[in-house]
Structure formats: C-alpha cells, structure tokens
C-alpha cells in the first residue's frame, strides 16, 4: 500500500476510535479534543472544529466544557481567523453578534460548573480586551493593546526566569504537548534555553551538558542557542562534544567566523585534553587566510597561529614579536589587548609567572613595576602600552587577570 493511503487509513482509523467513544460516552470531552487535533493537523480550518463542539453544545446542553470549548474555537476566529468569520451562518457571521454568543456561551459554562476557575479567567480576559477596544479597532495601532502585549510579554519572561529546573521541564513539557503554531515554537525556544541555563546554575552539570546537545542537534541554525550550548560546553570543559558541534557548525555556516571557532576548540583540545593535531589546526589556519579579508579578521587569524606556535612549541615568541611589532602605533585597548593576552599565555606556557606579571603592570602603567631591559618581548610590550589608550572596561578585565594571577 503508498505511503500517503497508510497514513490517510491510519488517520481514518483514530477518527473511528474517537466517534466509538464518543457514542458509548457522549460527554467525553477529551475526544472532542483529539478529534479537533486531527482536523487541524490535516490542514482543516476552524469551521470543522466549530461545527463539532457546536454539534456536541446542543445535544448536550448542560455539557459547562463543550460550551467552553465552542466559546474559545469563536474566540479563536473572531480575534484573528477573518476569512471563516464571513463563512460563519448568521448571526455568527457579525463581529458584534458573535462577541455577544462567546460570552454568552461562557456565562452559561460558568452556571454550569461554578468551581471551574478557567472559565473566570476566559471571561475576565474577554471583558478586558473588549474595553480596550480589542475587537473593534486595529491591534497594529492600537496603543493600549500594544501596552497590554508588552506588558505580558515581560510578566512572562519574569515567571520563567522565577522557576527552578523542575519547574521549566513541566513547562516544556505542557508547551510541546500543546498544538504547535510559529508563536509557540518561538516560546518552546526560549524555555528551553532557560532549562539549560538553570541547570548549569543549579550546578546540573551533566544534565546541562545532554540538554545543550540536544537543543543544538535540533536547531543547528539557532545562532543564539549556538553561543549557550558553547558555553556550557566550554564551562563544563566538554571540548570533545564541542569539537563535534563545531565542524557541524562549518559546514552548516562555512563563514570565516564557524572556521575561526573550529580552529578555537581544536586548540583547546590540544590544551586541555593533549590531542596534538598540529597540522590540521596549521592546515585549517592556511585556509582560513584566504577568506580572512579585513583588517580585524586577519589579526584574528595571526592570534591562533601564535597559539598553535605556543602549544606546539614552534618558535612562539619570534611569532609574538612579528605579530606584536605589527600593533606598535595602535592605540585601541581591544586589540593590544588581545595581544597582550597571547603573551601572558606564552609566559604561563613556559612558567614563567613573574613576567606574566610583569607583563599585565605595564600594560596597567602601574607602580609595581619592576624592570628587565634585557628580554626583547618585555621592551616591545612596553612600546604597545606606551600607544595605548586606556578603557575603563579593558582595564578592569586586564585587572582582574592580574589578580587572578596573584591569587593562584
């Protein structure tokens, strides 16, 4: 049998079961609902859905939930689905006549089940947004609804950042159970970001590090989910999970950036784990040249090779002073800082703390400052800072590598 006439049997089938529960137990609301699932999962617009629940509402007409259900399936086309409104049978057909149904399909369900809580909320929000005007004008310049909008927007975003691990995977869990649309998958995004996030604060390493993984093999062009599950990565110091993601990451991008963060993890491997792939990491460094075109990418590209000539021990500190001899003159603190940096690496490499030290109080023009005329990297980078202009920002990270230094 095709494909599409299995499924299209299949899809029959699961109709059959719920019009089967539906005629032993005609109340069972929850086949109201698969039923709806079915409709619209096979592209059927809301008059199908309406017409059953409206079907349902009068053969059973103290049933508090179908009326709810009808209420909310008229909610959802008078707030937005303008092309069934006109289709509707009289008066349901009128924007004003059908306000008054939903809410009067509402008022009967409240009779009906006093105790349902949601059906207060449903009723409470339908008199708010019609006093605000929300049926009769434009939402798109309507000021007091785009207020409203916003102001739920971040009342959102502060309960998700209130809850606990626990807490978001229920969330992500009643979201995903929910029928999928552009606005909830947007949501499902963002909470599960946050899960990882708070993983990683309540200091659930592993499960951070297997929900990182997961979020990127599912949206591999996430740019934003990209740079979290790098972090976690990188703070859980997964550098084998990360390598994988990154060469899918090129060949997905192929750009000059997912090449240089490629090269980065590949470096860090050979750091942190001793996997000494040199001439990869040369080879992709040569590559890299030919795509590396401005001024700022090009020095990007001389950073790792100074790295690569430290960690392979390929005459690093001739590299530093080719490198750092082309910054002399340079007064932006970002980028003979990011050379300075290299050197500090270089010295550690060779344990040699004392200059690294040396090093960071030049650069800081401070009075600690003890001298040594005799080795060459030390003169050029007291050249470098002497052209250095001094930021408020770079100064405090360059401090606080010192301190850490000092501390270690």
Aim: proline share 1%; glycine share 2%; aromatic share 6%.
């Amino acid at each position: 049998m095709h494909l599409l006439s299995r499924i299209h049997s299949g899809v029959s089938n699961v109709y059959t079961i719920y019009d089967q529960i539906l005629e032993d137990t005609p109340s069972e609301i929850r086949a109201y609902n698969g039923k709806r699932k079915l409709i619209l999962q096979e592209g059927q617009d809301n008059r199908k859905v309406i017409e059953m629940y409206r079907q349902g509402a009068e053969k059973l007409t103290n049933h508090a939930l179908l009326k709810e259900r009808l209420a909310k399936e008229y909610y959802r086309v008078l707030s937005g689905n303008k092309s069934v409104l006109k289709d509707l049978p009289t008066p349901y057909n009128n924007p004003k006549d059908l306000l008054k149904s939903i809410k009067m399909f509402l008022e009967s369900a409240k009779e009906l089940d006093q105790d349902n809580n949601q059906i207060s909320i449903q009723l409470d929000k339908l008199e708010e947004l019609s006093s605000l005007g929300f049926f009769s004008s434009d939402c798109r310049v309507n000021k007091q609804i785009k207020q409203r909008t916003k102001d739920l927007r971040i009342q959102r975003r502060q309960e998700i950042a209130a809850l606990d691990s626990t807490q978001l995977r229920k969330q992500l869990s009643k979201i995903k159970k929910r029928m999928s649309n552009l606005d909830r998958k947007k949501d499902q995004l963002i909470t599960e970001k946050r899960y990882i996030r708070t993983l990683q604060k309540e200091k659930k390493f592993k499960d951070s590090v297997e929900q990182a993984v997961q979020y990127y093999t599912r949206n591999p062009k996430d740019i934003d989910g990209l740079k979290l599950v790098r972090i976690t990565l990188k703070k859980n110091k997964r550098f084998d999970l990360l390598e994988t993601i990154e060469r899918e990451n090129q060949k997905h991008q192929n750009s000059f950036w997912a090449k240089l963060s490629l090269i980065d993890v590949l470096l860090k491997r050979v750091e942190v784990n001793n996997k000494k792939n040199y001439s990869e990491i040369a080879d992709l460094i040569e590559k890299l040249k030919d795509s590396g075109r401005l001024n700022r990418e090009k020095y990007e590209i001389k950073f790792r090779e100074i790295r690569l000539s430290v960690l392979s021990n390929q005459s690093p500190e001739q590299k530093l002073l080719e490198v750092g001899g082309e910054l002399v003159g340079i007064s932006k603190a970002y980028k003979v800082d990011r050379f300075i940096r290299e050197c500090v690496y270089y010295f550690e490499n060779k344990k040699m703390r004392h200059y690294s030290i040396m090093t960071l109080n030049l650069v800081l023009k401070s009075d600690l400052l003890e001298q040594d005329n005799d080795n060459q990297l030390l003169s050029l980078i007291e050249a470098l800072s002497e052209f250095r202009i001094s930021d408020t920002e770079q100064d405090k990270s360059i401090l606080q590598l010192r301190d850490k230094l000092l501390n270690s």
